[in-house]
């Protein structure tokens, strides 16, 4: 029987085939159990021998099975690992990768570069008030920018569209005090006609520096610099222009020299009149300070040889391979 039982076990095929045979021989009435159950009528004697003998058999019953066991739950893993194989051997399908607008590669390198001559970036909101957009910074009521057709008016409101980032000056110098150096870039709103070089939303970035005794060279000195650094022409000509701004004085217009010998307006500038000063509540005696205002859009065409404005607005993802930047 024993043979025959080992025999059993050892071709047992399946899990649950084992365990019936382990019911069988060990279960409460199993063959091998009912036998012990038979030695408590047997003499002292007969029972030593006997109970030794059983439980010997026992033994190499429940070893045989739990070896059987192993053996069919390893067989078992190894059918799931080749049967439950997944082929991860194909390659992904590629995802579309991000890249950053030309835009604001341009004025993230404009405020990296002033960061490092002191300057902190501060910003205001799209919906300006007229007081802050235009009288503060000494635009009286009759300026022909205050005029509709330049400015978006906000329905059932007196507020605005700002027309330029230069509100951003009184919103700062009201909360900060000098001696300070800032800009502040952003997006401003003309209602102009949509061609290659207008659009009704485009890019400032404003710089201002009040500090005591600055005068027109610091002016000058910084916008050379900063010209030469963005265009990486280090030997390109300026020109300051003589121009009119109401909220500087005196004013000029700032022209680089281009392709040809032929002179381009890049940017606004002067001395901070001292009526925006004390609008800010600056004693123009004692501080005095330059600032500018610069069109981002138009800078970056002009680095990129781009022609024409429209193409950074309207949405054809392929222009960013040719003029995006790196992942996001
Ligand atoms: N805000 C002016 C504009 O949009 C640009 C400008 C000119 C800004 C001179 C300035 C400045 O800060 O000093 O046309």
Redesign the pocket.
């Known amino acids: 029987m024993q043979e025959q039982w080992l025999q059993q076990i050892q071709t047992a095929s399946n899990l649950a085939e084992l365990d019936d045979l382990r019911v069988h021989l060990l279960g409460k009435n199993g063959v091998i159990t009912q036998q012990l159950k038979t030695l408590g009528t047997l003499s002292p004697e007969e029972r030593k021998t006997k109970g030794a003998e059983i439980n010997a058999l026992k033994d190499e019953i429940v070893l045989a099975i739990d070896k059987q066991k192993e053996t069919l739950e390893n067989q078992a893993l190894e059918q799931r690992l080749s049967s439950e194989k997944i082929d991860i051997s194909l390659s992904a399908r590629p995802e579309p990768v991000g890249k950053i607008h030309l835009i604001s590669k341009v004025i993230q390198d404009i405020t990296q570069y002033f960061s490092q001559l002191g300057f902190q970036i501060f910003d205001g909101p799209h919906i300006e008030t007229q007081e802050l957009n235009f009288d503060a910074l000494n635009i009286p009521a009759h300026h022909p920018a205050r005029q509709s057709h330049d400015t978006f008016y906000v329905k059932e409101s007196d507020d605005i569209l700002r027309t330029?980032t230069?509100p951003v000056q009184i919103r700062t110098l009201r909360e900060h005090k000098p001696p300070i150096r800032f800009l502040a870039p952003g997006r401003v709103f003309r209602s102009d006609d949509l061609d290659a070089t207008h659009t009704p939303m485009f890019h400032?970035i404003?710089g201002v520096v009040i500090e005591e005794g600055i005068h027109f060279g610091h002016l000058k000195g910084t916008l050379i610099d900063f010209c030469r650094w963005f265009f990486e022409k280090p030997d390109m000509n300026l020109r300051f222009r003589p121009s009119f701004?109401p909220?500087?004085e005196p004013?000029a217009e700032v022209d680089i020299s281009w392709k040809n010998d032929k002179w381009l307006e890049v940017l606004?500038?002067?001395m901070i009149h001292p009526t925006v000063l004390r609008n800010c509540g600056i004693d123009p005696d004692q501080f005095q300070g330059f600032?500018?205002?610069m069109g981002v859009d138009r800078f970056t065409m002009l680095k990129y040889g781009i022609d024409d404005i429209r193409s950074f607005y309207n949405g054809d993802t392929r222009w960013l391979d040719l003029y995006g930047f790196g992942a996001l």
């Open positions: 330029q230069s400032q404003e701004f909220f500087t004013s606004g500038c002067g600032a500018f205002g």
